[in-house]
């Protein structure tokens, strides 16, 4: 399946972006979803992953409250809403997708992944 991520942009502390995961090429409705960022110079990390059903729903303790991932599988697409944003949400966000009804924290478990959505936030 192919991922398309958008929605990045600059934006103030305390305010909120909506990032979209666009799926082409296969139905998203039998994969699970995740979202992952990655600042300049660390690590990926795991930020938020959803069921293809949406009963199973995990988050990063760092964004536990302030995001919320959801799906729509109609429009074969991902969302990521992030509220209440901190500069240290500073990051390339990147969409994956993994077939089948389980959902992973770790970014070896995803298959498909997008190419990236920047999100800076400014203090």
């Known amino acids: 399946v192919q991922l398309q991520a958008s929605g990045g942009g600059l934006v103030q502390a305390g305010g909120s972006l909506r990032l979209s995961c666009a799926a082409s090429g296969r139905t998203l409705s039998s994969y699970g979803m995740g979202w992952f960022r990655q600042a300049p110079g660390k690590e990926r990390e795991f930020v938020a992953a959803i069921s293809w059903s949406a009963v199973s729903i995990k988050y990063a303790d760092s964004v536990k409250g302030r995001f919320t991932i959801s799906r729509d599988n109609a429009k074969n697409t991902a969302y990521l809403q992030m509220n209440s944003l901190k500069p240290e949400d500073t990051a390339v966000y990147l969409c994956?997708?993994?077939?089948?009804?389980?959902?992973?924290?770790?970014?070896?478990?995803?298959?498909?992944w997008g190419q990236g959505t920047l999100v800076t936030v400014s203090s």
């Open positions: 994956a997708a993994r077939y089948g009804g389980s959902i992973f924290t770790y970014s070896s478990a995803y298959a498909d």
